[in-house]
């Protein structure tokens, strides 16, 4: 007599083909507290699931690891000091991102610091042409001495603070350095409507205010200079 | 009791229990030389067919999901589901194909693009297949989408199909970014920066779910990595996932009358006994329910839940309809239009919404009422 297939059935109108004695109460011998059944269930699910851990958490780490990593801070020389002025923008064309071709390259306009706005005369002003809006790049107009925008007409002045237009914020910045009489450009920064160094954000976002919580800082930003 | 079937010696022995087994079924008269002999030529063919069958019951599955019941008034409507599904298969098959010339790098993919397109024998048709069969596949949800809205079939017992659906709308459109920047070039590489910025400016999660979308904090070469393994591999997998579920509640629920195939009252067959609340007994043709909805709202969702059981009853029991054949006779009598024996059960649920609907009332409808 062969062992039956569907002695524990518990399909309606399916009889077991073999009736085996029934342990009283069911599921239960002699001297257990605890049916073999719901041990080995509670026991194979624990393993299953220690299991699935072990295969589900290191990919999802690996998925989100970029959001955690910094990369490595990029400073690239981009013409000698005496190419700048305070009167008028200068554009540059640097790479911004690495590994990408002539993507990664982008635009930057730089001056001198003005005395007129505040600024310290030695430092150097690069403007970023990455729109606040959506990230379109937005070109120096001479005549209007406005930076404007292509893609929805964001408008901004000389300083890069928005003045009309859909942009959310004035246009980001990028660190300058000096050396060896290059001008050098290096992580890039967002700015408030007053002009102070925030941490970098996605064009769309505001800044300054409750916006430096509700956009909160990512860890795979650089800070800001400190002003 | 489903029996695995034994083989064709053991079938002979006991012939009496397993002799309805088709599969397996030979007569006993022939000779076992010639046995072998047809079995080899013409049968083996027909055997392993059938084999698999025995084993996996496929036949019964399939007759199940293709030959269901279908309500009166189905139309060409009800082929954008499946429309769609063919475009999904479309632009799976050529999508793998296309992968085989394609270099999700960013600095060869626009390479890798153009070439596949101008020197690839087909190399443009298949691309191109796949390009429109994008844009195509949108419009074939929403479309499928309006039938379902404007059909009623979103209702009782169907919500969660329409759930699964909004999801696999959400997908596919997730297909159709991730896959916008795989030729790399400006208008995809700047599409995909508009989608990144929009993404981030979600507050609070909004940042750190574009830095998940592009690997960092900027637009970067692992970017498209990223893009193109969503696209090819998560997406996909997870679509065809939900595909199989919408079906599933497809066969199992059955599909709705459109909302104009009115359910024929039997003649004297007029309900006086069960009332629905609200509704004068005298004239429950024109006295709205509950204020706003109309008589034959009411009349239509019995003809649906009928519809629901039935599908249930079909797929419970494939092979036989004799449970509801008594349920039938008398509506089938009395309906003058009942439609022939092919579509018995169908009259059935059109020509007696009221016994339906009642048995359905009396069983919150949970689709046990025919069997």
Redesign the interface.
Same mark, same amino acid.
């Not at chain 1, 299991?51 to 989100?64: M, N």
């Not at chain 2, 010639?34 to 392993?48: E, N, S, W």
């Not at chain 2, 008034?73 to 999508?95: C, D, H, P, V």
């Not at chain 2, 649920?349 to 009221?354: H, I, V």
């Given at each position: 007599m062969s062992e039956p297939l569907n002695k524990n059935s518990k399909q309606p109108g !399916?009889e077991p083909r073999v009736k085996l004695p029934e342990a009283q109460p069911r599921g239960y011998f002699e001297g257990e507290s605890m049916t073999r059944r719901h041990v080995f269930t509670v026991a194979s699910q624990a393993i299953g699931g220690v299991a699935a851990a072990a295969v589900v958490l290191p990919v999802v780490g690996f998925?989100?690891a970029?959001?955690f990593? =910094? &990369?490595e801070e990029r400073w690239e020389a981009v013409g000698p000091v005496e190419d700048f002025n305070a009167e008028d923008y200068k554009q540059v064309v640097f790479t !911004?991102?690495t590994?990408? &071709?002539e993507? &990664?390259k982008t635009t930057a306009y730089i001056r001198k610091g003005s005395p007129e706005y505040d600024e310290d005369p030695n430092e150097f002003i690069a403007v970023s042409t990455r729109c606040a809006h #959506?990230?379109?790049p937005v070109r120096f107009v001479q005549a209007a001495q406005n930076f404007i925008c292509p893609c929805h007409g964001g408008v901004y002045d000389f300083l890069g603070k928005r003045i009309g237009g859909p942009p959310v914020r004035p246009l980001d910045r990028f660190q300058t350095r000096v050396r060896n009489g290059q001008v050098e450009l290096g992580p890039r920064y967002s700015v408030t409507n007053q002009l102070k160094a925030v941490r970098? =954000?996605?064009? &769309? !976002?505001f800044t300054g205010g409750i916006w430096e919580y #509700?956009?909160?800082p =990512?860890p795979?930003?650089f800070p800001p200079p400190s002003n | 009791m489903k029996l695995l079937p034994s083989r064709k010696k053991q079938s002979e022995a006991d012939g009496s229990e397993n002799g309805t087994d088709e599969a397996v079924a030979k007569p006993k008269r022939t000779a076992q030389a010639k046995q072998l002999a047809t079995h080899h030529g013409t049968q083996a063919g027909i055997d392993v067919a059938g084999w698999v069958d025995s084993r996996t019951n496929a036949s019964g599955i399939f007759t199940a999901m293709m030959s269901r019941h279908v309500p009166k008034g189905t139309n060409w409507f009800y082929t954008l589901g499946s429309a769609t599904m063919f475009i999904f298969a479309m632009q799976a098959i050529t999508g793998v194909f296309l992968s085989m010339y394609y270099t999700p790098s960013a600095t060869q993919a626009y390479a890798s693009i153009t070439h596949m397109t101008n020197e690839v024998f087909m190399g443009e048709f298949v691309r191109g297949l796949h390009k429109w069969g994008a844009s195509l596949m949108i419009i074939l949800i929403f479309l499928h989408m309006a039938r379902t809205f404007f059909f009623g079939a979103y209702k009782y017992p169907r919500e969660l199909n329409w759930v699964i659906g909004v999801v696999l709308l959400i997908l596919t459109t997730v297909m159709g970014l991730t896959g916008y920047l795989l030729p790399f070039d400006q208008r995809s590489f700047w599409a995909t920066i508009v989608a990144n910025n929009i993404t981030a400016s979600g507050p609070i999660v909004g940042p750190y779910l574009a830095d998940f979308l592009r690997a960092g904090p900027d637009f970067s070469a692992t970017t498209l990595s990223r893009f193109y393994a969503l696209h090819m591999m998560v997406v996909p997998g997870l679509i065809a996932a939900l595909i199989g579920a919408h079906l599933f509640l497809v066969v199992k629920l059955g599909t709705t009358a459109p909302p104009w195939i009115r359910a024929p009252r039997p003649k004297g067959a007029r309900p006086t006994e069960v009332v629905p609340a609200g509704v004068a007994v005298e004239d429950n043709e024109e006295v709205p329910v509950n204020g706003a909805v109309a008589v034959s709202d009411e009349s239509g969702a019995s003809v649906e839940e009928a519809e629901a059981n039935e599908a249930e009853a079909e797929a419970v029991e494939a092979e036989t309809s004799e449970p509801t054949g008594d349920v039938v006779a008398p509506a089938e009598a009395a309906d003058e239009s009942a439609a022939p024996e092919a579509d018995v059960p169908q009259a059935e649920a059109d020509a007696d919404p009221d016994a339906q609907g009642d048995a359905a009332t009396d069983d919150s409808g949970d689709g046990e009422v025919n069997s």
């Amino acid at each position: 007599m062969s062992e039956p297939l569907n002695k524990n059935s518990k399909q309606p109108g !399916e009889e077991p083909r073999v009736k085996l004695p029934e342990a009283q109460p069911r599921g239960y011998f002699e001297g257990e507290s605890m049916t073999r059944r719901h041990v080995f269930t509670v026991a194979s699910q624990a393993i299953g699931g220690v299991a699935a851990a072990a295969v589900v958490l290191p990919v999802v780490g690996f998925a989100v690891a970029p959001l955690f990593s =910094r &990369g490595e801070e990029r400073w690239e020389a981009v013409g000698p000091v005496e190419d700048f002025n305070a009167e008028d923008y200068k554009q540059v064309v640097f790479t !911004e991102i690495t590994g990408i &071709g002539e993507a &990664g390259k982008t635009t930057a306009y730089i001056r001198k610091g003005s005395p007129e706005y505040d600024e310290d005369p030695n430092e150097f002003i690069a403007v970023s042409t990455r729109c606040a809006h #959506l990230g379109c790049p937005v070109r120096f107009v001479q005549a209007a001495q406005n930076f404007i925008c292509p893609c929805h007409g964001g408008v901004y002045d000389f300083l890069g603070k928005r003045i009309g237009g859909p942009p959310v914020r004035p246009l980001d910045r990028f660190q300058t350095r000096v050396r060896n009489g290059q001008v050098e450009l290096g992580p890039r920064y967002s700015v408030t409507n007053q002009l102070k160094a925030v941490r970098v =954000r996605d064009p &769309g !976002e505001f800044t300054g205010g409750i916006w430096e919580y #509700l956009y909160p800082p =990512r860890p795979s930003t650089f800070p800001p200079p400190s002003n | 009791m489903k029996l695995l079937p034994s083989r064709k010696k053991q079938s002979e022995a006991d012939g009496s229990e397993n002799g309805t087994d088709e599969a397996v079924a030979k007569p006993k008269r022939t000779a076992q030389a010639k046995q072998l002999a047809t079995h080899h030529g013409t049968q083996a063919g027909i055997d392993v067919a059938g084999w698999v069958d025995s084993r996996t019951n496929a036949s019964g599955i399939f007759t199940a999901m293709m030959s269901r019941h279908v309500p009166k008034g189905t139309n060409w409507f009800y082929t954008l589901g499946s429309a769609t599904m063919f475009i999904f298969a479309m632009q799976a098959i050529t999508g793998v194909f296309l992968s085989m010339y394609y270099t999700p790098s960013a600095t060869q993919a626009y390479a890798s693009i153009t070439h596949m397109t101008n020197e690839v024998f087909m190399g443009e048709f298949v691309r191109g297949l796949h390009k429109w069969g994008a844009s195509l596949m949108i419009i074939l949800i929403f479309l499928h989408m309006a039938r379902t809205f404007f059909f009623g079939a979103y209702k009782y017992p169907r919500e969660l199909n329409w759930v699964i659906g909004v999801v696999l709308l959400i997908l596919t459109t997730v297909m159709g970014l991730t896959g916008y920047l795989l030729p790399f070039d400006q208008r995809s590489f700047w599409a995909t920066i508009v989608a990144n910025n929009i993404t981030a400016s979600g507050p609070i999660v909004g940042p750190y779910l574009a830095d998940f979308l592009r690997a960092g904090p900027d637009f970067s070469a692992t970017t498209l990595s990223r893009f193109y393994a969503l696209h090819m591999m998560v997406v996909p997998g997870l679509i065809a996932a939900l595909i199989g579920a919408h079906l599933f509640l497809v066969v199992k629920l059955g599909t709705t009358a459109p909302p104009w195939i009115r359910a024929p009252r039997p003649k004297g067959a007029r309900p006086t006994e069960v009332v629905p609340a609200g509704v004068a007994v005298e004239d429950n043709e024109e006295v709205p329910v509950n204020g706003a909805v109309a008589v034959s709202d009411e009349s239509g969702a019995s003809v649906e839940e009928a519809e629901a059981n039935e599908a249930e009853a079909e797929a419970v029991e494939a092979e036989t309809s004799e449970p509801t054949g008594d349920v039938v006779a008398p509506a089938e009598a009395a309906d003058e239009s009942a439609a022939p024996e092919a579509d018995v059960p169908q009259a059935e649920a059109d020509a007696d919404p009221d016994a339906q609907g009642d048995a359905a009332t009396d069983d919150s409808g949970d689709g046990e009422v025919n069997s």
